[in-house]
């Protein structure tokens, strides 16, 4: 009996669900007679169905029979309480121009969260449903008053948002997270819709305000957060880093938030506050695997930013670290990083390959002895010896199979085969890394494995070819001058080959790293006029605006060339940065 009872339900479910699919297409389609029939019946089937009830009363309502509508819902309410019932009554009302019915309807169901708070979200969705904002907003002021455990505050603010109210928005998303901190990410996401990263933008400044406003009454140290992330947006690092130093100062438990800081500061090249922010950490840290760490970044940006009369003091800061703590394997990232700079700006590669080659000799795992001997690899490039950093790079491959280290050591060898003129083996290793699970990589080979593919049957001795690889080798070994030179030579002697565009491309980046401005213009510009259809032509497009943009102070040129990659190169891996630069020069908030 059971088991009948149970394949009666299950049909009897099966075909309401049908049914009701059905008059679901048939609304969507505004086929809204054959949906009236439909809901009608399932209606008939189940009266106590508000949701069948309310779709029958919106169908009636597209096809203007109000008075049946109003018949329906008047005849539910008398059985039942459910304030959404008299919400659309009023909505009725107000498609027939009644407004004062349509009020009065609407005050009755706001009246019923007084009598019984619990109905406050049914009430509040029902008349965001009818996009009668005001009123939703009423009934959630009355929640956050009768229920304050179910802080209706996100709901609220997500509606002042919708209404463009970003103050109230501000607010109420602010008291929302002081409560729930657990979505302080969430409305993080909420707040980078409506600021920019111009400190003057309006909506920055409001929030700026209400943080500090709420840090002067509570001392939560939400509010330091919210207000260090509102500088990070705005790339305000000394500001964000006074924030972190106030939170660490009140709860120094971790200083990883203030590492953070500091690598997102490097990243965006803002190297005078990220050498403030580890040294800080340097003095400040008192496990030695932070400090390590900090002394390695503090080291890093110094020779980023060092001429070469200032890397005998570099030279010195290298060895007060190693006098300190020695070369054994906490200090592993450090010989490695003061090995390339041995090998890279002082030119002592034959001394760079021995630190490295004792480092091997510490108790290092798998994957610090691969970061050694990439690093081996790397010198061995640098000095022309091809054919031994290729067996580093491939005993990292054939180690670490798989990894992304290992992926890395691929292109390395790709690159190197490449660098030594052996086209055909480096186009072999670019095809698999093409769908490497790093995009990074990915994108790299693809790029590297295009230029070969695209020149390498210009001409039988592929001269071109390798000239310019013998040029990329050069920008690699820091001969920055000697490979400007080089191009110069491809530009000349093999004008219109298919080459042209890359040897420009390359060029412009090269004139870019030594200051050259104008001339990396008027190298990109080259592209941009002469090989529009060519694949370095959004590139072109990029790297000019951002020219434009972050060096040239032409806003209003950086503006016009991201607007072209907009409209005309939107498959471009530039298009969203373009988008977000352009937004950003005109002013408008960015999402």
Same mark, same amino acid.
């Given at each position: !009996?059971?088991?009948?009872?149970?394949?009666?339900?299950?049909?009897?479910?099966?075909?309401?669900?049908? %049914?009701?699919?059905?008059?679901?297409?048939?609304?969507?389609?505004?086929?809204?007679?054959? #949906? #009236?029939?439909?809901?009608?019946?399932?209606?008939?089937?189940?009266?106590?169905?508000?949701?069948?009830?309310?779709?029958?009363?919106?169908?009636?309502?597209?096809?203007?029979?109000?008075?049946?509508?109003?018949?329906?819902?008047?005849?539910?309410?008398?059985?039942?309480?459910?304030?959404?019932?008299?919400? =659309?009554?009023?909505?009725?009302?107000?498609?027939?121009?009644?407004?004062?019915? $349509?009020?009065?309807?609407?005050?009755?169901?706001?009246?019923?969260?007084?009598?019984?708070?619990?109905?406050?979200?049914?009430?509040?969705?029902?008349?965001?449903?009818?996009?009668?904002?005001?009123?939703?907003?009423?009934?959630?002021?009355?929640?956050?008053?009768?229920?304050?455990?179910?802080?209706?505050?996100?709901?609220?603010?997500?509606?002042?948002?919708?209404?463009?109210?970003?103050?109230? !928005?501000?607010? /109420?998303?602010?008291?929302?997270?002081?409560?729930?901190?657990?979505?302080?990410?969430?409305?993080?996401?909420?707040?980078?819709?409506?600021? /920019?990263?111009?400190?003057?933008?309006?909506?920055?400044?409001?929030?700026?305000?209400?943080?500090?406003?709420?840090?002067?009454?509570?001392?939560?140290?939400?509010?330091?957060? !919210?207000?260090?992330?509102?500088?990070?947006?705005?790339? +305000?690092?000394?500001?964000?880093?006074?924030?972190?130093?106030?939170?660490?100062?009140?709860?120094?438990?971790?200083?990883?938030?203030? =590492?953070?800081?500091?690598?997102?500061?490097?990243?965006?090249?803002?190297?005078?506050?990220?050498?403030?922010?580890?040294?800080?950490?340097?003095?400040?840290?008192?496990?030695?695997?932070?400090?390590? +760490?900090?002394?390695?970044?503090?080291?890093?940006?110094?020779?980023?930013?060092?001429?070469?009369?200032?890397?005998?003091?570099?030279?010195?800061?290298? +060895?007060?670290?190693?006098?300190?703590?020695?070369?054994?394997?906490?200090?592993?990232?450090?010989?490695?990083?003061?090995?390339?700079?041995?090998?890279?700006?002082?030119?002592?590669?034959?001394?760079?390959?021995?630190?490295?080659?004792?480092?091997? =000799?510490?108790?290092?795992?798998?994957?610090?002895?691969?970061?050694?001997? !990439?690093?081996?690899?790397?010198?061995?490039?640098?000095?022309?010896?091809?054919?031994?950093?290729?067996?580093?790079?491939?005993?990292?491959?054939?180690?670490?199979?798989?990894?992304?280290? $290992?992926?890395?050591?691929?292109?390395?060898?790709?690159?190197?085969?490449?660098?030594?003129? +052996?086209?055909?083996?480096?186009?072999?290793?670019?095809?698999?890394?093409? /769908?490497?699970?790093?995009?990074?990589?990915?994108?790299?080979?693809?790029?590297?494995?295009?230029?070969?593919?695209?020149?390498?049957?210009?001409?039988?001795?592929?001269?071109?070819?390798?000239?310019?690889?013998?040029?990329?080798?050069?920008?690699?070994?820091?001969?920055?001058?000697?490979?400007?030179?080089?191009?110069?030579?491809?530009?000349?002697?093999?004008?219109?080959?298919?080459?042209?565009?890359?040897?420009?491309?390359?060029?412009?980046?090269?004139?870019?790293?030594?200051? %050259?401005?104008?001339?990396?213009?008027?190298?990109?510009?080259?592209?941009?006029?002469?090989?529009?259809?060519?694949?370095?032509?959004?590139?072109?497009?990029?790297?000019?605006?951002?020219?434009?943009?972050?060096?040239?102070?032409?806003?209003?040129? $950086?503006?016009?060339?991201?607007?072209?990659?907009?409209?005309?190169?939107?498959?471009?891996?530039?298009?969203?940065?373009?988008?977000?630069?352009?937004?950003?020069?005109?002013?408008?908030?960015?999402?």
């Amino acid at each position: !009996m059971r088991f009948l009872f149970l394949i009666c339900f299950c049909f009897c479910f099966n075909v309401f669900s049908q %049914e009701d699919l059905v008059a679901s297409e048939y609304f969507k389609n505004g086929e809204f007679e054959k #949906a #009236a029939l439909s809901y009608k019946r399932l209606h008939d089937k189940s009266p106590n169905n508000n949701n069948y009830l309310l779709q029958l009363v919106k169908t009636y309502q597209q096809l203007e029979n109000y008075q049946e509508a109003e018949t329906l819902l008047l005849d539910q309410i008398t059985k039942v309480n459910y304030p959404p019932l008299t919400i =659309e009554l009023g909505y009725n009302y107000q498609l027939q121009n009644d407004l004062i019915n $349509a009020e009065k309807n609407y005050n009755i169901a706001l009246e019923t969260i007084d009598q019984n708070p619990n109905f406050v979200f049914v009430i509040g969705k029902a008349f965001e449903d009818r996009s009668l904002l005001e009123q939703a907003i009423v009934a959630y002021e009355k929640g956050i008053i009768l229920k304050p455990d179910q802080n209706f505050n996100f709901l609220l603010a997500r509606i002042y948002g919708e209404q463009g109210k970003v103050e109230k !928005m501000f607010e /109420s998303y602010l008291n929302f997270v002081e409560i729930n901190d657990t979505y302080l990410n969430t409305i993080k996401r909420a707040f980078s819709e409506f600021i /920019s990263e111009n400190n003057d933008n309006e909506n920055n400044i409001i929030l700026k305000r209400l943080l500090l406003k709420k840090i002067q009454i509570d001392q939560n140290l939400l509010w330091n957060e !919210m207000l260090s992330w509102l500088f990070v947006q705005q790339k +305000d690092f000394n500001k964000a880093f006074t924030q972190e130093k106030a939170i660490f100062f009140r709860q120094p438990e971790t200083l990883d938030r203030i =590492e953070e800081l500091g690598n997102i500061a490097i990243n965006d090249k803002e190297f005078e506050i990220a050498l403030d922010i580890f040294t800080y950490l340097g003095e400040t840290a008192q496990d030695l695997d932070t400090k390590l +760490d900090a002394y390695y970044h503090v080291i890093n940006i110094k020779t980023q930013i060092a001429t070469p009369a200032e890397y005998k003091n570099i030279l010195k800061e290298y +060895d007060l670290v190693f006098d300190t703590y020695g070369k054994q394997t906490q200090t592993l990232p450090l010989q490695i990083a003061y090995a390339h700079f041995l090998a890279f700006y002082i030119h002592d590669s034959p001394n760079a390959i021995t630190v490295l080659k004792k480092s091997l =000799e510490l108790p290092l795992n798998s994957f610090q002895e691969a970061g050694v001997k !990439m690093e081996l690899g790397d010198i061995l490039v640098l000095q022309e010896n091809f054919n031994e950093a290729l067996i580093y790079y491939t005993q990292v491959q054939r180690n670490l199979k798989n990894s992304t280290l $290992a992926q890395e050591a691929r292109f390395k060898v790709a690159k190197t085969s490449y660098y030594k003129g +052996d086209f055909k083996w480096a186009e072999s290793q670019l095809k698999i890394l093409k /769908s490497s699970t790093s995009q990074l990589i990915a994108n790299d080979a693809l790029e590297l494995m295009l230029l070969i593919t695209d020149n390498k049957y210009e001409d039988s001795t592929q001269t071109a070819l390798n000239l310019y690889a013998k040029a990329d080798l050069m920008a690699f070994q820091n001969n920055t001058n000697e490979a400007i030179e080089l191009l110069d030579v491809i530009l000349n002697e093999h004008k219109g080959k298919t080459i042209e565009d890359q040897a420009l491309f390359k060029q412009a980046q090269l004139f870019d790293l030594k200051k %050259e401005y104008h001339k990396a213009e008027a190298n990109y510009q080259s592209i941009i006029t002469n090989f529009s259809d060519d694949i370095l032509a959004d590139d072109a497009y990029f790297y000019l605006a951002e020219l434009y943009r972050t060096k040239l102070n032409e806003p209003e040129k $950086a503006q016009d060339l991201y607007e072209k990659i907009i409209f005309n190169y939107q498959d471009s891996i530039y298009f969203v940065d373009a988008r977000n630069n352009f937004r950003l020069l005109r002013g408008d908030a960015i999402n």
